[in-house]
């Protein structure tokens, strides 16, 4: 059979197998499920949601102003008179008396103050949106314009504050040529019944609300507004598309997961693995139907948000992430339990590494580390460029790359079956990689293989110590960096010490090293010339990256560090693996800092 | 059913969690998490309540004036966070496309007393986070300037809304209701989530592994089983919720009645776990179990969330110290449901534990 007409018969025979497991029983419920969704849904737009009901209690010894916040279930009302209130003024968070508010002095004093504050204004709001002449209780509109900048960050990029001022007199003088710009035109834009109507409207001021409204596509920004409307163009609206389009593919991901389970749960795979077909065409056909169905699935909700379809194509390398990740996780897992909280863990992480630099999307380039960012983008209309896709997503497609083949290399009896531990089956995994004929090749290989693991590590540390000080940053910085490279380099050599300790000479541990320190500095240039060279200009990425100026020397570093993690394994065995990594972490900061304190100083 | 056995099989469950690791993987989580705090606030806040990101900014931002004269400029003489300066609308435009300001408004001739509203086009950088903070800035210059333009025309309205004088509050606390109302609630229940799929993992587990017979072979029965399954899942909602409250705490965020809220939280867990062990010992097999009860896990959630004094309310009722002891009566309504729920399981796997044994 050739491989495409098996990867199909798998296909049809996954999608049929996962039809008789699933529909029979399922379909039913589902549909009553379906049904009661939507009668709950109802019911809570009906009943609105309680979770913040009686936060704050309030006093009051006026009817009238208990109506103003009679509509916010945040607030228990209390009327009494004004004596007795003031009596027991510290068994309410809020006192009003004749008119006078009093609020007490803690951090839930102020945040119903705040909240008080807001219900005042919608109550004045309101009132004044029934006034007849409008334009005095509404006498000032605001027309707001976005214009799109035009130079890029290179201020941010070198990790300066946004926007730092310089305190002048005389107005800044723009460098590039002014146009000329006729004055906005003072004529009335609409109606003063639509206004009036729109006021009625926005009068419940739900802080999910533009949330919401922000997937069913209105916009703001095409009518005139009252000051009080105004609200921040923040980066986050976005934010909510990425996790409308995330949690969906990550659901379905895990179908896929649990298959490969299933084919581990009881040897059912058995028949699977003796059918005349290969390995690859086993994995791949089982996972085609489910890429298909995220493909779908994305498709429906990018046509469904009228997004433009090109936000497809960011999406790919991230389907293929989680479905490879899906395939090592299913492989890995030795039960059910294990298998639900490492893949909580998983997609906790994944999700901080796709979501954390979008919040960045228009003001950092460490923004483009996600793919997602390039759906904000293309969302925004802004869309991106092939260069962008290619920085963006090249991580995420070598590392799904690498996984599949680690998955297809290992979908074998004896891994499949075995009932190691986690830990060791990640062992094992490496193991299988290394060839016992041509040990050197294999230890270059890998170590240019953990390049972009490597980097996604570090990109991840980046976003984790983004808004930590700045010295501080670094620092931390560095030595994870430093720390998670070596542990990167050495885990080869690891899977060496514990299946073939015979291995482990002095003379095979100074080439292996050598080779390991190459290959790990062969693939580091290789990806970071192809994709990361825009990052490496900002000062973070100097320091993570830092290796680029001259060759030689971090090549002496790589394999000094493989040193001495392999001479710790040499001498004391596997249990000495930990302290050898931190001491080749040390090793490996030390020297780094004393590059950065070349650059900086 | 001897509480023996099920203690038994409990202590067996909580070993197999830890001699896995699993649960390392949970409190890895928790610290990841955690280790996330400050860019969850600063992140989730804003978009929570973007106006509290101003707070975060000590900078002063320039702004591009342009058109008429008014007393809009006064007002912007009041804030010291805010440099105005009076630039040409083309300039001005294309200082801000360089960032060399931060913001522009064009302000009409219209004179304040006017029949017609005075109409000011506000220019912003698109989509970004400098824009934001300086959008709240202006936002209140220009509520001023409503303010003053409103008593301009005051003789002009007919309504007069209730008067209330604010005290000084010095700046927005928005963190406040952000972490009790919302945060801390979700933080807290999420344990009782992840028992409720442990459970279904548990069970299903013996099923799809033919581990059942064996363990049946002893003197333990099928319902002896279950129940220890449920157990060793309940057990972790306290200790996991209590850990969740002691990393809020180490993060300066106190929260008060602790041990009430963690009663609610395992009684309301017990719930769910319950209703995971139904769907379950209904299907016996994980990748069906586990979607029919996430499924169900949402239409639950948005009824109970619809619900007055829903337990997820109660816990930030009891966080922010604002509830006497009527939560005891929705405890113990939630104690009956979970009595009633822990019959229906009891009756549930007796049934299946005689039809195959």
Redesign the interface.
């Known amino acids: 059979m050739s491989l495409l007409s098996s990867i199909r018969t798998i296909a049809i025979w996954e999608i049929k197998r996962?039809m008789s497991?699933?529909g029979k029983?399922?379909l039913p419920?589902?549909v009553v499920?379906?049904l009661?969704?939507v009668l709950?849904?109802a019911?809570?737009a009906?009943?609105?949601?309680?979770?913040?009901?009686?936060?704050?209690?309030i006093g009051v010894d006026?009817p009238?102003?208990a109506r103003?916040v009679a509509s916010d279930?945040?607030f228990?009302t209390y009327l009494d008179d004004g004596a007795s209130l003031r009596e027991n003024r510290f068994s309410y968070?809020i006192v009003?008396i004749n008119?006078?508010?009093?609020?007490v002095d803690t951090?839930?004093g102020?945040?119903a103050?705040?909240?008080?504050?807001r219900d005042?204004e919608s109550?004045?709001a309101s009132?004044?949106a029934?006034?007849?002449?409008l334009?005095?209780?509404?006498?000032?509109?605001?027309?707001?314009?976005?214009?799109?900048?035009?130079?890029d960050f290179l201020a941010t990029q070198s990790g300066q504050?946004?926007?730092?001022?310089v305190?002048t007199k005389r107005?800044?003088?723009?460098?590039?040529?002014?146009?000329?710009?006729t004055?906005?035109s003072?004529g009335?834009?609409t109606t003063e019944e639509e206004l009036r109507e729109h006021l009625i409207e926005s009068g419940d001021g739900q802080?999910?609300k533009r949330?919401t409204s922000l997937i069913s596509g209105e916009s703001t920004t095409d009518r005139?507004l009252?000051?009080?409307e105004?609200?921040?163009?923040?980066?986050?609206?976005?934010?909510?598309l990425v996790f409308v389009f995330i949690f969906p593919l990550y659901?379905t991901s895990?179908?896929f997961m649990?298959?490969v389970?299933?084919e581990r749960?009881?040897r059912a795979g058995e028949a699977l693995l003796s059918a005349p077909v290969r390995q690859a065409a086993i994995v791949v056909g089982k996972a085609l139907p489910y890429f298909t169905i995220m493909i779908l699935i994305a498709a429906a909700i990018t046509l469904f948000a009228r997004a433009p379809l090109t936000i497809l194509l960011p999406l790919i390398p991230v389907i293929l992430f989680f479905l490879a990740n899906a395939l090592i996780i299913g492989m890995t897992s030795?039960?059910?339990?294990?298998?639900?909280?490492?893949s909580?863990?998983f997609s906790?992480?994944a999700t901080?590494y796709l979501f954390?630099p979008t919040?960045?999307?228009?003001?950092h380039v460490i923004s483009i580390v996600s793919p997602l960012t390039l759906v904000v983008l293309a969302i925004?209309g802004d869309g991106f460029t092939a260069m962008e896709y290619l920085y963006s997503t090249a991580l995420f497609f070598a590392t799904s790359i690498i996984l599949f083949y680690v998955g297809i290399a290992n979908f074998r009896e004896e891994h499949l079956f075995s009932e190691r531990?986690?830990t060791s089956r990640v062992v094992d995994f490496i193991s299988t990689g290394i060839s016992r004929n041509h040990p050197h090749v294999s230890l270059f290989l890998l170590a240019a293989f953990m390049i972009p693991f490597v980097f996604m590590a570090e990109m991840l540390t980046l976003v984790?110590f983004?808004?930590i000080p700045m010295p501080l940053s670094l620092l931390l910085l560095t030595l994870t960096a430093a720390v998670i490279e070596e542990f990167a380099k050495s885990i080869g050599l690891y899977a060496i010490a514990r299946d073939w300790p015979g291995f482990l000479t002095v003379k095979n541990l100074l080439i292996g090293a050598t080779v390991t320190g190459l290959g790990f500095l062969v693939g580091e240039k290789l990806l970071l010339f192809a994709t990361l060279a825009q990052i490496t200009e900002s000062i973070f990425g100097s320091i993570l990256f830092l290796s680029l100026q001259a060759l030689w020397m971090p090549l002496l570093l790589h394999i000094a560090g493989v040193l001495i993690t392999g001479g710790f394994l040499l001498l004391g065995g596997r249990r000495a693996y930990a302290p050898g990594i931190v001491a080749a972490g040390i090793v490996h900061s030390l020297y780094n800092l004393y590059f950065i304190g070349g650059v900086l100083l | 059913m001897n509480r023996r056995h099920i203690n038994l099989i409990a202590k067996k469950e909580i070993a197999g969690l830890s001699s896995e690791k699993t649960i390392v993987f949970a409190i890895l989580l928790q610290v990841f998490i955690a280790m996330f705090s400050s860019f969850l606030m600063v992140g989730l806040t804003a978009m929570y309540d973007p106006e509290s990101i101003e707070g975060y900014s000590t900078v002063t931002y320039r702004v591009g004036y342009a058109g008429a004269e008014s007393p809009l400029i006064d007002q912007f003489a009041k804030r010291d966070d805010l440099i105005l300066y009076r630039m040409d609308l083309g300039e001005a435009l294309a200082a801000l496309r360089e960032r060399m300001v931060s913001a522009v408004v064009y302000v009409p001739d219209t004179p304040p007393d006017a029949e017609d509203p005075v109409t000011v086009t506000l220019y912003l950088i698109q989509n970004d986070l400098q824009s934001g903070v300086v959008n709240v800035k202006i936002k209140e210059v220009l509520q001023d300037y409503e303010e003053q333009l409103r008593e301009i025309r005051a003789d002009r309205l007919i309504y007069s809304p209730v008067e209330l004088n604010f005290p000084d509050s010095g700046g927005g606390e928005s963190f406040f209701e952000f972490v009790y109302g919302l945060l801390i609630p979700l933080l807290v229940f999420l344990p009782a989530i992840v028992s409720a799929a442990l459970i279904i993992d548990l069970i299903t587990e013996e099923y799809q592994r033919q581990t059942l017979e064996t363990l049946l072979s002893t003197p333990i029965t099928f319902t002896e089983v279950i129940w220890g399954k449920i157990a060793a899942c309940e057990v972790l909602v306290p200790l996991q919720a209590g850990a969740w409250l002691i990393l809020l705490w180490l993060n300066g965020i106190p929260v008060n009645n602790a041990m009430a809220i963690l009663l609610h939280v395992s009684t309301s867990g017990l719930v769910l776990i319950l209703l995971g062990a139904l769907v379950a010992l209904h299907y016996r097999e994980r990748t069906s179990a586990q979607f029919i009860f996430s499924t169900a896990l949402v239409v639950v959630f948005i009824f109970v969330m619809a619900v007055p004094y829903n337990p997820l309310n109660l816990i930030v009722r009891l966080a922010v110290d604002s509830i006497g002891p009527t939560h005891w009566l929705v405890l113990a309504l939630v104690a009956a449901a979970t009595a009633l729920l822990g019959w229906a399981i009891t009756v549930y796997a007796h049934r299946v534990g005689e039809k195959s044994p």
């Open positions: 996962s497991t699933m029983g399922i419920l589902a499920l379906l009661l969704l709950v849904t019911f809570a009906e009943s609105g949601l309680h979770l913040q009901d009686g936060m704050y209690r006026d009238d102003t103003i279930t945040r228990v968070d009003i008119g006078e508010v009093y609020a951090d839930k102020r945040a103050l705040n909240t008080l504050e005042y109550y004045v009132v004044a029934a006034e007849p002449d334009f005095a209780a509404y006498p000032l509109w605001i027309d707001l314009q976005y214009v799109k900048s035009e130079i504050q946004v926007g730092a001022p305190e107005p800044p003088t723009p460098s590039l040529p002014v146009e000329e710009v004055p906005p003072q009335k834009l802080p999910l949330y005139l009252t000051p009080s105004l609200s921040p163009p923040l980066p986050f609206d976005t934010i909510i659901f895990q179908f649990m298959s389970m299933n749960v009881g030795r039960s059910f339990k294990e298998l639900s909280f490492v909580i863990f906790t992480i901080s954390f919040v960045f999307a228009n003001t925004q531990r986690l984790l983004f808004n």
